[in-house]
């Protein structure tokens, strides 16, 4: 499986621009999985609009400090009624969704998986938080969703 971190980042035209929320001459993918979800969004004709960290939702990271997180995507969905649902959504690759066991030796590497672990978890806890506020659905993606959202 490739991985994000792997790819360059880059540029997104949409031919459907009249779905996005923003410039849409002006989109930036951070990985393949986000332009791979972009692809997705601009070709779905379920996809009412969508834009690509549009949104700004205050945090307090692990240190007490207090930050602004950008999540990924906005998107808004109407299913086969009609019916629209909006979501927040973020990709983020399996591995940093998951809490990390504690290990034995304290590494370097384990630090900043634990930091990243709670910077993403005070992220997180905000954005179902904002969410609730306007009834949307906060939803994390992995490599798993994207990989199987493209044959659904």
Same mark, same amino acid.
């Given at each position: ?6 790819? @360059? @980042?880059?540029? =997104?035209?949409?031919? %459907?621009?009249?779905? #996005?929320?923003?410039?849409?001459? %002006?989109? &930036? ?6 332009? +791979? ?9 379920? !996809? ?8 700004? $939702?205050? #945090? ?12 990924? =995507? ?9 019916? /629209? *649902?909006?979501?927040?959504?973020? $990709?983020?690759?399996?591995?940093? *969704? &998951?809490?990390?066991?504690?290990? *034995? @030796? $304290? *590494? ?6 634990? #930091? /990243? ?10 954005? !179902?938080?904002?969410?609730?506020? +306007?009834?949307? /659905?906060? @939803?994390?993606? /992995? ?7 493209? #044959?659904?």
């Amino acid at each position: 499986m490739i991985s994000p971190k792997n790819t @360059k @980042k880059g540029s =997104f035209i949409p031919k %459907n621009k009249d779905k #996005y929320k923003g410039d849409p001459y %002006n989109i &930036i993918y951070r990985s393949s999985w986000e332009r +791979r979800l972009m692809n997705w969004l601009d070709k779905n004709d379920n !996809v009412v609009q969508w834009s690509s960290e549009s949104i700004v $939702i205050p #945090y307090i990271d692990p240190m007490g400090q207090q930050r602004r997180y950008y999540p990924d =995507f906005y998107v808004k969905i109407k299913d086969k009624n009609s019916k /629209t *649902t909006e979501y927040i959504i973020e $990709i983020k690759p399996y591995k940093q *969704t &998951i809490e990390p066991k504690m290990k *034995t @030796k $304290i *590494t370097e590497s384990y630090v900043n998986e634990v #930091y /990243t672990w709670g910077v993403n978890n005070a992220k997180w806890r905000e954005a !179902v938080d904002y969410c609730k506020k +306007r009834k949307w /659905t906060f @939803k994390l993606m /992995t490599e798993k969703e994207l990989f199987k959202q493209e #044959y659904e």
